[in-house]
């Protein structure tokens, strides 16, 4: 039994992480073995988020000083909460845990300070993250560039293959 500094000390924690998420996802995991939570743990910390359970009326309280309107209360079963430093990747890794293990069920979700259900959470899920969308819109970037370039090269050895005929043809 947690007495009360505990419980005003994991509200602050948790209510702080919150803050500093870009996005919150929550999921039932009941009948998650403990190598599957500890692979999901992994796999959120490799992209700079973290996974917390907690009672939901301490994750309703913390969630409402963070300013989320979302109530934990309500959500079914046992949760667990994934806190993302960017938009998409807890949506993304859970989507993709859940697809494997059946046990994970996504509940609900939050984006900045915007509640956000299952489907969008799911919706989210499909979107390219930040590294993506840079590589997409180097890619984008460079491929007039390169396009020139190859140009360029071309006129260049078409150039050397004609002095190279004419050669040929004087000696």
């Known amino acids: ?4 500094k505990q419980k005003e000390e994991i509200v602050a924690q948790v209510t702080e992480r919150a803050r500093e998420s870009k996005s919150i996802v929550f999921a039932e995991y009941a009948g998650l073995t403990v ?7 992994r796999e959120m ?3 700079g ?3 917390r359970v907690m009672k939901k009326t301490l994750l309703s309280i913390a969630l409402k000083s963070a300013g ?4 934990a209360t309500v959500l079914p079963g046992q949760i667990v909460t994934a806190f993302s430093p960017d938009e998409v990747s807890a949506a993304k890794i859970f989507s993709e845990f859940s697809k494997k293990h059946k046990a994970l069920v996504i509940a609900a979700g939050s984006l900045g300070e915007k509640a956000l259900s299952k489907d969008e959470v799911l919706a989210l899920s499909k979107l390219p993250s930040l590294l993506e969308l840079r590589a997409m819109l180097v890619g984008t970037l460079q491929a007039p560039i390169s396009g020139f370039v190859r140009t360029l090269s071309g006129n260049m050895s078409g150039l050397v293959r004609v002095l190279g005929r004419i050669a040929e043809q004087k000696a």
């Open 49 to 51: 988020g973290s996974l």
């Open 68 to 71: 989320i309107p979302v109530d």
């Open 35 to 41: 190598k599957e939570s500890m692979e999901l743990q």
């Open 1 to 4: 039994m947690q007495t009360k």
């Open 45 to 47: 910390r490799k992209s």
